[in-house]
């Protein structure tokens, strides 16, 4: 149900009475086509459907121009409850298999007695409603239409793929007008559009969709993230594993991870394997997940409570078989590198363990200038039907470790909001939750509390008392994967990113070739230093390089003329800064270095 029906029931009508009105419009324009379901959203509607002809969006203004039309003519809602057999036979005159087929599932399944229909002007709908009374309630230059996308109906990939018309509307024009150019600005920082322009990442489709490319660009962000990670850790008493990207598929049935994850994965690979001459097949599988290789690191060696907690970090490539129709740039890939550690730990070291792994969030994302999310934790859902083939059933375990986490998070001070039923199927977690450009709400970031593998691969360690304990594991990923947060980090930045961040940290630009020699001088000083400095020796005028290195959003221009030449200095020039400053050059590398080191966002 969309947000807006609490929020504004008049909006609401508003919305879902033009959802009505676009598909007779469509139905105008494309006799034939079957309808699906058109609801309101929370910044508009959608109506989907198999077209008789395809239509594009260049469609659009045709189908507004109609709709216009039919708002303007003033057509009522009108109401009607009909039985069962009846509704069945109005659905039978109207041809609507897919109303058909929703209608049997509320009157067997449902139990209803009574289906709902609309008609305004010619057109029929099965319909809860609400709606407006009539058309003329309904602000004419209030919505657009936005977008077409493929939408599987009832959202099953099994089912056939119908045409979802996506549109916004407000109760006014200026409202709208409003949100559409918010919406218009917004995707100019997109990460799939600014990740083509600022050569960062590329998708092949010879190696496959969701398997990207990171390009010399790209792979400085990556480099640069994963570094500040590894810091972290240092300081938070993390050691370094690395792990292979293979296993026996076995062990995911040891652990449990299958079903639970069977759809997610790649088909397993089978090789013949011969051993004193006897012939035997062997199945491995690319890791989804890099939890189960941490374990048998654990498991390697005797372990005392003296050893804990253990804290083992890698940053482990792991594959996942995501629907073709998720994966989209780099926010849904099918293969990843994901920020992760395990840390193995007694009961009475949770508290402080979570506490520890969620001020490594904070300071990660207070680095970055991160603050549009929350924090979701995930419990089990004791009631759902289907929680025997979702968890671990093991009642009083989940109660007792989602008090463990709630309790923690309590004693954090963050906010953090509840929601049943999307656990791991292991033990509860809390998310970081993140808003796209475009709206669409992801889980940049999530820590989980493990109590049931631990016990299925036979990990122990002595206690105090000599006797052998299981213990537990806190799964936690602060950067996420690699693709996805920094799908975030180019939307957060829109692709300007800060001095230490920056693919190039400095470019130098000359007036004229003469005095390139001098420009390349503190080239090489700088990337003495490390600095990712490089010089323009295109043969542009000065003023188009100085264009092409803001379309790139470098963050330090350096220009170079005969008076830096003769002074011995730079003329610096900051992304987004029309104010140029002049300067030493041994004062500016001191300055940039200290703006690398201590990671400003300045």
């Known amino acids: 149900m969309c947000a807006a029906v609490a929020e504004n029931p008049k909006l609401h009508r508003i919305r879902h009475s033009l959802a009505h009105v676009l598909a007779q419009a469509v139905l105008d324009l494309r006799p034939g086509s079957k309808l699906g379901f058109g609801p309101a959203v929370d910044d508009g509607f959608y109506y989907d459907f198999i077209l008789s002809k395809p239509l594009s969006e260049e469609d659009f203004p045709e189908i507004e121009k109609r709709m216009k039309r039919i708002i303007k003519a003033n057509q009522k809602f009108e109401r009607e409850d009909l039985s069962v057999a009846d509704a069945y036979s109005k659905i039978e005159k109207m041809g609507e298999p897919y109303k058909s087929e929703y209608a049997k599932e509320l009157a067997e399944k449902q139990g209803l007695n009574t289906i709902s229909f609309y008609t305004n002007g010619p057109f029929l709908d099965m319909c809860e409603g609400p709606h407006v009374k009539s058309t003329k309630e309904i602000p004419p230059g209030a919505f657009k239409l936005k977008s077409i996308a493929g939408a599987y109906w009832r959202g099953d990939e099994r089912n056939v793929m119908m045409t979802r018309i996506y549109a916004w509307a407000f109760e006014t024009r200026e409202e709208c007008d409003a949100y559409v150019k918010a919406y218009t600005d917004a995707l100019k920082r997109d990460h799939k559009k600014l990740g083509k322009e600022l050569h960062l990442y590329t998708i092949d489709e010879t190696i496959g969709k969701g398997l990207p490319l990171w390009l010399p660009n790209g792979t400085v962000l990556r480099e640069e993230i994963e570094k500040y990670m590894k810091e972290l850790e240092f300081q938070g008493g993390f050691q370094r594993v ?122 990660l994302y207070d680095t970055l200038g991160i603050e549009n999310f929350y924090m979701r934790l995930s419990t089990w859902d004791p009631e759902d039907p289907k929680g025997k083939e979702k968890y671990v059933d093991n009642p009083d375990a989940w109660e007792k470790t989602q008090d463990m986490v709630r309790a923690a998070m309590e004693k954090s001070g963050l906010p953090f909001t509840e929601v049943k039923g999307e656990a791991a199927f292991y033990g509860p977690k809390i998310d970081f939750q993140f808003r796209t450009v475009t709206g669409r709400e992801e889980t940049a970031s999530t820590n989980q509390l493990d109590f049931a593998v631990p016990p299925r691969l036979g990990l122990t360690y002595v206690d105090a008392n000599n006797k052998e304990q299981v213990p537990y594991c806190i799964h936690r990923a602060p950067a996420g994967t690699h693709e996805r947060f920094i799908a975030f980090l180019i939307e957060h930045f829109g692709g300007a990113f800060p001095t230490w961040l920056a693919p190039v940290q400095t470019r130098v630009v000359t007036v004229s070739d003469k005095f390139n020699d001098y420009g390349q001088k503190i080239v090489n000083d700088l990337r003495a230093n490390y600095v990712r400095a490089e010089m323009d020796k295109g043969s542009e005028t000065m003023g188009k390089k100085i264009r092409i290195a803001a379309k790139e959003k470098i963050p330090n221009t350096l220009i170079i003329g005969e008076k830096e030449v003769t002074d011995g200095t730079i003329t610096l020039r900051r992304f987004g800064q029309e104010e140029q400053k002049t300067m030493p050059v041994a004062e500016y590398r001191d300055w940039l270095l200290n703006q690398i080191a201590t990671r400003t966002l300045k």
Do not use: W
């Not at 062997?282 to 060696?301: A, T, W």
């Open 242 to 363: 690395a792990t292979p990207h293979i296993t026996k598929t076995d062990l995911y049935f040891k652990t449990g991870h299958l079903p639970y994850y069977k759809e997610g994965m790649f088909p397993a690979m089978e090789f013949k394997d011969v051993e004193n001459g006897e012939e035997r097949l062997e199945s491995y599988s690319l890791r989804p997940m890099n939890c189960p290789h941490h374990h048998l690191i654990f498991k390697s060696i005797p372990r005392s409570y003296r050893d804990l907690p253990l804290r083992l970090a890698e940053y482990g490539q792991v594959y996942r078989y995501e629907d073709s129709g998720a994966v989209s740039g780099l926010l849904r890939v099918r293969g990843m590198c994901m920020n992760d550690a395990h840390i193995y730990c007694a009961e009475d070291q949770i508290e402080k363990e979570f506490l520890g792994v969620m001020k490594m969030h904070k300071d």
